[in-house]
């Protein structure tokens, strides 16, 4: 049978705040479609509690907001990247008040209403945006309800991108990207979708690792189409662990913001004694990497399975006011934090690499566009500080829509694409592979790819993600598709690009931590990882 190729300006896989925001800047002019693997809101934009960095008062410059995060990127961040950010990041807030998001405010003493900024790690400022303690949620619901009533948007939710079409894949004599091979769910089908421009948008990985803040969605499948199209990625060795995830056998993957420890949240070990200062001058307010490392050593030293975060002494009205989110999640679990103390532990909560862009979130491929925790555009460096992500989707959502509507008459339209074949599959006969070799790789990335590295660790590491590299391929050729069985593809080779790229930084910097090399080289200028794709070509 078949299939008619769907047609549009632009697809933008995934709708978390970067799909969103570059949907939404595209809308009054081309036709997108917009696609989810789940629900439109569902993914890590809408689970951001602590807010949006952005230079919103007198006493603040966006000099000091670049030194913050030239800081924390330990050397390696791009600064004009960084600079583009931090210049952009309040004509952002602007467009996102516009869009009517209730962001928190607090009245001045002459009487005015100000935004209500918060100071996180990192930041010599108060200068992240939010909306108490729930931003993700209301920035999101609010896009979302502007993408549903934008007549040229079209939704696919629970449509799950298996691979990018490529000129070079069709062996035709063009390199651009010519659309994405769509897995609809519920029906089990999959088709093509063309476009003159398609945009990765489909967030982190975090599901890499058995412990992590991240949402069901985040298993690096953009990375890991972009690598098979043809991009290059860079740094993928450095992954956040957030400090703070709740500890509890229910509490799936909650995490407690760090504007927790921003506004006076005391890290305490079981016998209550606090530790911090014994790992970093600034306590608490030193960066995640930091602060998460400090936890897992002592978490190892004293055999426990967990700290302690203690906010209680600044009383239950301002913990209210300032964290009702959180509170009300707590008090399910049987926790009250205005009353004591929270069992919290690390988790995977960021990926700072991924696929290379340039400022307008151009990829390698032509007409193939990078923008969110997927891309890698060097302004996080070897450390992100913390709400500088959000950020990042809102600025470069924006430049990769101007980028596309100046080049829009260029672009031409690539006709009909070919059926998915599925000749040669059958169904399954043994769904076990499936979960087994999920289960395994997030427990060796956790053992031995971590927040503490070895050459040993990672060499084991390398052995299994090898063998089961093969493995999954093997099953993806013989049998039908399934999302569980796309996402384990790519959560495999999104493991081995970090390993490999692990391997590759012979030095500890930012968030790569290794006890075989603990110092950080003085290499001037410091080089970025980057993997270099079979299917790449240079311009
Ligand atoms: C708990 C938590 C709290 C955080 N708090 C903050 C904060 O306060 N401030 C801050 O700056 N950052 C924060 N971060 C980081 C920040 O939220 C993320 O980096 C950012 O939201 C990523 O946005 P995104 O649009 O790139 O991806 P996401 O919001 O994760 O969206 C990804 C989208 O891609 C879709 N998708 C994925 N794969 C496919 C596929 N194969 N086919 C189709 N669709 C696909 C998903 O369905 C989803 O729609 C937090 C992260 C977490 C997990």
Redesign the pocket.
């Known amino acids: 049978m078949t299939v008619k190729t769907l047609s549009y300006d632009v697809l933008i ?9 570059t949907a939404l800047h595209l809308a009054p002019n081309l036709r997108v479609a917009l ?19 952005a230079v919103l008062d007198v006493h603040d410059s966006i000099e000091l907001h670049i030194r913050d995060t030239l800081n924390a990127g330990a050397g390696l961040c791009d600064p004009q990247a960084v600079r583009f950010a931090a210049e952009n990041a309040a004509a952002a807030i602007e467009w996102l008040v516009a869009q009517g998001v209730p962001f928190t405010r607090a009245r001045q003493p002459d009487g005015r209403e100000e935004f209500h900024l918060t100071r ?1 790690g990192g930041h010599s400022q108060r200068r ?1 945006v ?1 909306a108490a303690d729930a ?2 949620q209301a920035v ?1 619901n609010t896009l979302a309800n502007q993408v549903r009533s934008c007549r040229n948007i079209d939704l ?1 939710e629970q ?4 691979e990018l079409i490529t000129g070079a894949w069709l062996r035709r004599p063009t390199r651009r990207c010519l659309g ?1 091979y ?2 609809d769910r519920i029906t089990g089908k999959v088709m093509p979708c063309s476009a003159r421009f398609v945009v990765l ?4 990985a ?1 599901k890499v690792y058995i412990y ?4 069901d ?6 990375i890991a ?1 972009g690598w098979r199209a043809g991009c290059r990625v860079a740094n993928m060795e450095f992954i956040q662990f ?1 400090p703070t995830c709740l500890y509890h056998p229910r509490a799936k ?3 407690i ?3 927790v420890r921003g506004e006076g949240g005391r890290l305490l070990l079981p016998d209550g004694n606090s530790f911090m200062k014994r790992f970093d001058s600034r306590g608490e307010l030193a960066p995640r990497d930091i602060v998460a490392r400090a936890i897992d050593h002592e978490m190892k030293r004293l055999g426990a399975e967990f700290v302690y975060l203690d906010i209680s002494h600044k009383g239950a009205e301002f913990v209210l006011r300032y964290f009702p989110n959180i509170h009300a999640r707590c008090l399910e679990y049987g926790f009250d934090i205005t009353r004591e103390p929270l069992p919290v532990v690390p988790a995977a ?2 990926i700072n690499g991924g696929i290379m862009t340039d400022l307008r979130g151009r990829t390698d491929v032509d007409g193939l566009y990078a ?5 890698h555009t060097g302004i996080h460096g070897a450390n ?1 500080m ?8 809102l600025v470069f ?1 924006r430049a990769v829509a101007t980028d596309i509507l100046s080049t829009q008459n260029a672009a031409p339209d690539p006709g009909e694409l070919p059926n998915w074949d599925e000749s040669r599959v059958t169904d399954s006969d043994e769904m076990v592979v499936v979960s087994h070799n999920w289960d395994e790789v997030r427990r060796f990335m956790w053992d031995y790819v971590g927040i503490v590295r070895t050459n040993k660790r990672l060499q084991r590491a390398k052995h299994r993600v090898d063998l089961l590299i093969q493995e999954i391929d093997q099953y993806y050729r013989d049998f039908r598709l399934t999302a569980d069985l ?2 384990l593809r ?1 959560l495999v080779l999104v493991a081995d690009l970090i390993i490999r790229s692990a391997q590759q930084r012979h030095e500890s910097r930012g968030l790569h931590y290794t006890l075989d090399y603990p110092h950080t080289t003085d290499e001037i200028p410091t080089k970025n990882t980057v993997l270099t794709s079979p299917h790449y070509r240079p311009r």
């Not at 992590?212 to 949402?215: G, L």
């Not at 913390?386 to 989707?393: D, G, H, K, T, Y």
Request: aromatic fraction near 6%.
């Open positions: 896989l995934g709708s978390g705040l970067a799909g969103l925001t696609v989810a693997k789940r629900d439109l809101q569902e993914g890590a934009s809408f689970y951001a509690q602590g807010g949006i960095a996180e992240v939010h931003t993700g999101i696919f449509h799950v991108a298996v994405a769509l897995l948008a489909t967030g982190g975090g992590t803040s991240n949402p969605v985040a298993t690096g499948d953009g189409l957030h993957s909650f995490l913001s760090e504007a909560h960021y923008v969110g925790e997927v891309a992100r913390a709400s500088n992500s959000l950020l990042e989707c959502g796309l996402e790519n």
